[in-house]
T-cell receptor, first 114, second 111 residues
Framework: DTAVSQTPKYLVTQMGNDKSIKCEQN?????MYWYKQDSKKFLKIMFS???????INETVPNRFSPKSPDKAHLNLHINSLELGDSAVYFCASSQLTGPTYEQYFGPGTRLTVT | RKEVEQDPGPFNVPEGATVAFNCTYS??????FFWYRQDCRKEPKLLMSVYSSGNEDGRFTAQLNRASQYISLLIRDSKLSDSATYLCVVLSGGGADGLTFGKGTHLIIQP
């Protein structure tokens, strides 16, 4: 009963391909996020979705598109993959209302573009 | 985006010692503060929230100085299992903006 799950765990693909990463949370949270952790281990927010609505969109290339079919899922689609897209992508979720604020992270998807 | 700065280390510390990390944040409007822990090739996990009055959780003590925009984490009686990267994290604006992470401080506890 994993709280935040991502698939696939590893993804190796060639430049120019299109790929998707899936994320699901079973915590009943109202907000989900995508983060990118690059080779220097710097973790940076990419997108967040609250109640199926995009809240923020950091300055990421428009080749990246988040898609949320429902509150429990936030998928990340990447078009025309580039070498610089190689990183670990973490999905996270949180509940914005309530006494405490904590983000729960998925195990990460390690993307390698060759 | 405003930054959170930390000393990346690595900090090599003998088992049983006390170790302290600091971080500074640049956005004076930041509202909430946290320490996350990340093990090698794993996801970040919340270690503790940081409150203005300071707070303690077992061997861990966190403190916040809003005037200096400075956050600290103290680990007493360090264990081998404390070896990890410790991420200083700041929430600015509403929670929907996501978290701003420091680059992390790498701690290695040596037997």
């Amino acid at each position: 009963d994993t709280a935040v799950s991502q698939t696939p765990k590893y993804l190796v693909t060639q430049m120019g391909n299109d790929k998707s990463i899936k994320c699901e949370q079973n915590l009943g949270h109202d907000t989900m996020y995508w983060y990118k952790q690059d080779s220097k281990k710097f973790l940076k927010i990419m997108f967040s979705y609250n109640n199926k609505e995009l809240i923020i969109n950091e300055t990421v290339p428009n080749r990246f598109s988040p898609k949320s079919p429902d509150k429990a899922h936030l998928n990340l689609h990447i078009n025309s993959l580039e070498l610089g897209d190689s990183a670990v992508y973490f999905c996270a979720s949180s509940q914005l209302t309530g006494p405490t604020y904590e983000q729960y992270f998925g195990p990460g998807t390690r993307l390698t573009v060759t | 985006r405003k930054e959170v700065e930390q000393d990346p280390g690595p900090f090599n510390v003998p088992e049983g010692a006390t170790v302290a990390f600091n971080c500074t944040y640049s956005n004076s409007a930041s509202q909430s503060f946290f320490w996350y822990r990340q093990d090698c090739r794993k996801e970040p996990k919340l270690l503790m929230s940081v409150y203005s009055s300071g707070n303690e959780d077992g061997r861990f003590t966190a403190q916040l100085n809003r005037a200096s925009q400075y956050i600290s984490l103290l680990i007493r009686d360090s264990k081998l299992s404390d070896s990890a990267t410790y991420l200083c994290v700041v929430l600015s604006g509403g929670g929907a903006d996501g978290l701003t992470f420091g680059k992390g401080t790498h701690l290695i506890i040596q037997p």
